[in-house]
Nanobody
Framework: QVQLVESGGQLVQAGARLRLSCAAS????????MAWFRQAPGKEREFVAF????????VYTNSVKGRFSISRNNAKKMAWLQMNSLKPEDTAVYYC???????????????WGQGTQVTVSS
């Protein structure tokens, strides 16, 4: 079992940078793929990025490539999403998730946080 708690979401202006944090508790954090998803108002939840348990495989959705960066520290049981050059279309609730597979499908993730709101004003 892994419990995940996100933090760091806030209201920012377009072009700003923001770092989201995901604090994990429980067993075997280091063995899980960590991912970030987001859900904008009126839309389905979508994949943002994942990082394999080794940190050697990072994948991003096209819309955030070059702007967002995922990282993790297994010893601290933490994961982060660094978001630069934010756009209004990045506005969403951001969720971190843990799973046993490297995947962009939310179905492959077993553990989820409660989400943190990011709002980007134009």
């Amino acid at each position: 079992q892994v419990q995940l708690v996100e933090s760091g979401g806030q209201l920012v202006q377009a072009g700003a940078r923001l770092r989201l944090s995901c604090a994990a508790s429980g067993e075997k954090f280091s063995s899980y793929t960590m991912a970030w998803f987001r859900q904008a108002p009126g839309k389905e939840r979508e994949f943002v990025a994942f990082m394999s348990w080794t940190g050697g495989n990072n994948v991003y959705t096209n819309s955030v490539k070059g702007r967002f960066s995922i990282s993790r520290n297994n010893a601290k049981k933490m994961a982060w999403l660094q978001m630069n050059s934010l756009k209004p279309e990045d506005t969403a609730v951001y969720y971190c998730a843990a799973g046993s597979f490297d995947s962009d499908s939310e179905k492959k993730y077993d553990y989820w946080g409660q989400g943190t709101q990011v709002t980007v004003s134009s």
